[in-house]
C-alpha cells in the first residue's frame, strides 16, 4: 500500500512537471520528503568523523541510556499535549503538510545522528507538534526513512566494496528482500495501531530502558 503510493506519487510528479496542474500532490509529496532528507544527509557527512568518535567512545553507553530516557520524556510530554489538546475532538484534526514543515522535521530528523536517539520517533513527535496527526506523522516519517536508509545503504556499500564478491552479495540481496518484506508488515501494523492508541506505550518503554542502562553503565 505504501510503496505504491510512493510510486503513484512519482508518476504523478512526473506528470505535473509536465504541464498538468491538477497532479500537484504528487509533486507536493516528493518535494516534501527531499527537503525533510537534506538536512540530515548534508549534516550527516559534514559531521561524519565526530559522530565516528563518539561511537567508539568509552561513554557510549551513557550515551544510549540518556538519549533513550530523554527522548521518552519528550514523546510522553508531546503526547500527553497532544491527547489533551485533541480530546474535545470526535476525530483528530490534521494541519497540512507544506514546505515549512518538512523543512523542521528535516531539522529534528537530524537528532538521530545521535547514538539512541530513533530517526522515527525525531520525525513523528516534531510533526506531532505542528499539529500533522498521529496516522500522517507515522507516514511521512516512513516516507523519509526510504531515501535516507536507501542513502546509508549504498554509503556502506561503497565502503566496504573491498569484500563484496560473488557469495556476499548473494547473501546482501537475499538480506535486502527480507526485510523489505518484514518492514511491509511491521509498517502496516504500526499504522493500524496508531488508529487506536497514542505513542505513550512508546515513550514509555524508552524511559524504562533509558534508566536500566544509564543505571548499569554508572554500577560497571
Known sequence: MYYKKFILHGKEAYTY????????????????????????????FGLKGILDQIKSSDFLLLILGMAWLL?????????AWRIKKEKDHIEETSHHLGFKEALLIGIFQCFALIPGVSRSA?????????????????EFSFFLALPVLTLAGFYKLYKHRAILNQETIGILVFGSFVSFVICYFIIRLF???????????????????GILVTLYFLNY
Do not use: Q, W
Open 122 to 138: 525525531a520525525t513523528i513527535i516534531t510533526a506531532r507538534v505542528l499539529g500533522i496527526s498521529k496516522k500522517d506523522s507515522a
Open 71 to 79: 527522548g521518552g520524556l519528550v514523546m510522553v510530554a508531546v503526547e
Open 17 to 44: 512537471l509536465k504541464g498538468d496542474l491538477s497532479a500537484k500532490v504528487g509533486f507536493d509529496f516528493y518535494r516534501n520528503i527531499l527537503t525533510g532528507i537534506f538536512p540530515i544527509v548534508l549534516l550527516g
Open 191 to 209: 499504522i493500524a495501531f496508531l488508529r487506536r492508541r497514542s505513542f505513550l506505550a512508546f515513550g514509555v518503554y524508552r524511559i524504562i530502558l
